[in-house]
């Protein structure tokens, strides 16, 4: 059994004019470099995972853009909606041709399972039964491997009064099934623009930088972090560990500025 290196890239934010900014970055841009550095200085990706919120306008062009764009990585892109995505769009857009959209996969002797925690018109995420059922027919499925699980709200809070209140809102019907499935090793999330990293149980979870704008760590309100853009490269090894380790661009994108992130 070989081991799996995974690139995760979230948050993008893309737009149908790629011209246009979002907390003071040009989204598009941003995107570009960080695919262009992390392709050039780490290992070729057995695949990449993306953590949602892809587009933030709803529209196709975004989602175009972003087929485009992670074309160039020469590996198979699994997506997963945010709440700033449209997740029908996705489905009709990001599920052919390299590209899955949620479901489940196998990756050399891992499992893959991509979660929608989207709710139409609100920042926060719930898991609807549906998709908890899902999720236990898809952990049963690959009850002979170990388990990586992304969905984009993370499942617990990360200190921040502000994203605390638009995380998962069923965080614990979550964490109850994962329990039940020992073979989980790993959640990943993204939502929150910043490094964060957990423990439940023997689950280690962790969200990941935005390839925009980073969010400054343990604040009440939205305050933006001079973090440049970031990703994370994970090696899923043959033993069901896992090491990870975070890419950030050498240098900040245009100029980190809050926006009404509630108002979004
Ligand atoms: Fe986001």
Redesign the pocket.
Known sequence: MQSVQLLQV??P?LFGDPAVELYGVNTAESLRLVLASALAAGPAPDAVVVT??IGDDMSAAAYEHFRRALQSCGAPVFCLP???DDPVLMARMLDSHGFQYCGRARLGGWGLVMLDTHVPGRPHGRLAAAELERLETDLHALRDVPVLVCLHHPPVPVGSAWLDGVGLHNGDAFLEVIARHAQVRVVLA??V?QEFEAWHGPVRLLATP?TCAQFMPRTDRCVMDRRPPGYRWLTLQEDGSVATRLGWLPALVGEPRAEDEMRR
């Open positions: 979230t948050d934010h949602g919120d945010g709440n700033h993204g939502h623009h935005s």
